[in-house]
């Protein structure tokens, strides 16, 4: 697989369970999804569904997939498996596959997945998918694990942990205007005055540590972060068995 995030969770298995496979929950914590409505399906057969992913405010971008689970496993493991598409000429994602895996432990729940996709419009898409899309789709899979995280562990709704990581990111982006303006010597003169010779030296250098605390400190707690999550594998992983008995929709 292509790409692959993999977070701890110290949560029940069966809710973390219930929260990943209920489409309702699932679009409220995966940053990836705006809507994820199941098809009706015949007994016995893989659940089918509708997604949609609003990419920007006017645009939106929509395929379907299907996915089967195997909640009991004689290792005390569990797998959840998916392909989808998009017949969607805007969609940069073709058709795709990839799966989740449940693994429980003395601390909790290892919570892995590992997918890729085949993306469209030829080599300008290629290279727009190896340069800035794919880069992206791992960003947005490992903060929505940490957001899942936070709902399980702390009780912090996806909705709550959306407004604080948006709050974190404004009070850094003011710090660093601010600093940066006042890294300007016009501002510094006119911020100190006839003090601006007596601190000429240390005020630059509390400026500089500011930009470097607002750029490179851990975020907050109850804020969800990328940086959190696992981004490579620590080992061989191979896709489910289960996943190739489903057909591509």
């Known amino acids: 697989m292509g790409l692959y995030v993999e977070t701890r969770i110290r949560a029940d298995l069966d809710e973390l369970w219930a929260r990943t496979q209920d489409p309702a929950r699932h679009q409220r914590w995966d940053l990836r999804f ?5 098809l ?4 016995g057969e893989p659940q089918r569904f509708r997604y949609a992913t609003r990419v920007l405010p006017f645009l939106t971008v929509a395929g379907t997939g299907v996915s089967a689970g195997e909640k009991e496993r004689p290792d005390g493991t569990r797998t959840s498996a998916l392909r989808f598409a998009s017949p969607d000429p805007l969609s940069l994602l ?4 990839g799966y989740w895996r449940y693994v429980p432990d003395t601390d909790g729940v290892r919570f892995l997945t590992g ?4 993306p469209r419009w030829g080599a300008f898409g290629a290279l727009a998918d190896r340069l800035l899309f794919r880069p992206l789709m791992g960003w947005a899979t490992a903060w929505s694990f940490d957001r899942l995280r936070l709902w399980l562990e702390r009780g912090i709704t996806p909705e709550r942990a959306l407004v604080n990581w948006l709050a974190e990111l404004a009070v850094r982006a003011t710090v660093l205007t601010v600093c ?7 501002a510094f003169v006119l911020a100190f005055g006839p003090l601006a010779p007596a601190v000429a030296f240390l005020c ?9 605390l607002a750029l490179f400190k851990e975020p907050l707690s109850c804020t969800p972060a990328a940086r959190r999550c696992l981004r490579t594998p620590p080992m061989r992983v191979c896709a489910p068995r289960l996943l190739r008995t489903l ?3």
């Open 204 to 212: 630059p250098l509390l400026l500089l540590l500011a930009i470097s």
């Open 247 to 249: 057909e591509t929709p």
């Open 180 to 186: 940066c303006v006042g890294l300007d010597p016009a």
């Open 40 to 43: 009706p399906r015949a007994e």
């Open 115 to 118: 997918y890729d996709y085949r």
């Open 34 to 38: 705006t809507e994820i409505d199941p």
């Open 94 to 97: 073709a058709e795709g596959s």
